[in-house]
């Protein structure tokens, strides 16, 4: 298995310290409701998971919530309720839109708020090893602590930034005190009206990037396997994260793999709650959440692309055909005889092995749902073979459907689908009048297909696909 490193810049064999699989994953800053750029990365992430476990590794995936940073305070005060209130109103929507795109829960989820004793401890001892520093703050009660990235001589390696690069990088944290431009906050005064907490420093909050480290080091140990983020967060938060915690603890690398989902673009512009952005609950009545999961993860997870209403509806029409490929080998299994002998995973193995030699390429989702689309095709193809359909060979096709979609954790169950059910009765008129349609063509009676065409359409609401081997419908 070979994961692209962003630490080295290319691709390498996946070997883990030690099992399980230590993997942790920048999660969510509370502040709005989320969006598909969210969903992006939360898939993405789940099926490296997913996929890690389908291939015999165990895997303690931690995820964190950054339940309290300036953009949280914003939000509170744009909602005119406290922090923690916008925190967890936004924390119950990541949760409602991730359970419906069957994200798995994380292992642990952690929490800014109740890691302060361990941030403040880490604050502490880079202040004992000569690696940050304090300043007194603009209220002269309290005090703010920087980290001193000259002490640090990898200071860059992640983001392959040079100092004047990353000088100008560092800008979003001004502040002319600061011994060195890229020397970032670990330790933050209080501000009027803000919450926070007690400290050998005064009173005050962490910086953002102290937080990750000190909850990943708690949760999963001086060293971690895999770091997933957004492409976003490469500089400087995971570049800051490597900086504090390898001068910390002197084990490097933190990560062994750094792991960066592309962003999802909405227009020419990244998908962000500053800029524009698409809620996932917009989205969700009217596009099947299964179909909405395999839309985000169809492309390979390193690529940025642009988030486009076609191709949503597209991958909508391409999940329907997997779902109706299963039923109607489902279909055509019934009253079949169970004692048929399987045809063995032979039938199939040219499949399954397709799949993994995709995945094995740094979780290349784009080449394995091709692959799953081939065997789709193969099982309509058996299905609409009828009395000489191989059952053994459909019930093993039917089998790796299910284990292969379930790695990407895409349900095939037609319940999800947001469109209108058909219900028993009218299904089988409609499986009715289409194999009376398909004889008609066989029959080479133009008119009379046309005709049932059309019936089908007005009574229905069906279009009919054909194929040499046998004739398919959907919904409209």
């Given amino acids: 298995m070979q994961i692209t490193n962003t630490l080295s810049g290319h691709k390498e064999p996946f070997e883990p310290a030690a099992l399980p699989v230590r993997m942790y994953v920048c999660g969510l800053t509370p502040k709005n409701e989320p969006h598909l750029g969210h969903a992006r990365l939360f898939i993405a992430n789940d099926v490296i998971r997913r996929y890690l476990e389908y291939r ?21 005060n744009r909602e005119h309720i406290s922090a923690a209130e916008v925190a967890r109103r936004y924390m119950d929507g990541y949760f409602r839109d991730m359970d419906a795109l069957a994200v798995r829960r994380a292992d642990e989820f952690t929490y800014v708020t109740e890691y302060m004793p361990q941030i403040i401890d880490f604050v502490a001892q880079l202040i004992a090893k000569g690696h940050a520093y304090t300043l007194p703050a603009a ?8 980290f001193a990235a000259n002490t640090f001589p990898d200071y860059g390696k992640l983001s392959k930034r040079g100092e004047d690069a990353m000088q100008a990088g560092a800008r979003i944290e001004p502040d002319e005190r600061k011994h060195d431009p890229r020397d970032f906050a670990l330790w933050k005064a209080a501000k009027p009206d803000e919450p926070w907490w007690e400290s050998p420093w005064g009173k005050g909050r962490p910086g953002w990037h102290i937080e990750c480290s000190t909850m990943a080091m708690a949760t999963l140990g001086e060293q971690i396997d895999i770091h997933g983020g957004g492409m976003d967060l490469i500089f400087p938060h995971h570049e800051n994260e490597i900086a504090q915690s390898e001068a910390l603890t002197g084990v490097a690398p933190f990560a062994r793999y750094w792991v960066h989902t592309g962003l999802l673009q909405y227009g020419d512009e990244k998908m962000a709650h500053s800029g524009k952005f698409v809620p996932i609950r917009d989205v969700l009545p009217t596009v099947p959440a299964p179909a909405l999961r395999l839309y985000l993860l169809a492309q390979s997870y390193r690529t940025q692309f642009t988030y486009k209403e076609d191709q949503v509806a597209a991958t909508v029409t391409r999940w329907r055909r997997w779902v109706e490929a299963r039923q109607a080998a489902e279909r055509a299994l019934a009253g079949v005889d169970t004692a048929m002998p399987e045809a063995g995973s032979d039938a199939y193995a040219d499949v399954r092995d397709e799949f993994i030699t995709a995945m094995d390429d740094d979780f290349n989702t784009s080449r394995a749902t091709a692959a799953i689309d081939d065997l789709v095709r193969r ?22 459907l299910d284990e292969l979609t379930g790695v990407l954790g895409v349900a095939l169950d037609p319940a999800l689908d947001v469109r209108r059910q058909v219900n028993e009765a009218d299904r089988a008129a409609i499986e009715a009048l289409v194999a009376e349609r398909f004889a008609a063509r066989q029959a080479k009676n133009w008119a009379e297909a046309d005709r049932l065409r059309k019936e089908l359409d007005e009574r229905y609401g069906v279009v009919v696909k054909d194929a040499a081997q046998g004739s398919t419908w959907e919904l409209k």
């Fill in 56 to 76: 015999g590794y165990p895997v303690k995936y931690v995820q964190n919530f950054t339940d309290i940073d300036d953009k949280t305070i914003a939000a509170a």
């Fill in 139 to 146: 209220n002269g009660a309290d005090s703010d602590v920087y």
């Fill in 379 to 400: 099982l309509n193809e058996l299905a609409a073979k009828r009395e000489a359909m191989p059952a053994g060979a459909l019930r093993d096709g039917l089998a790796l």
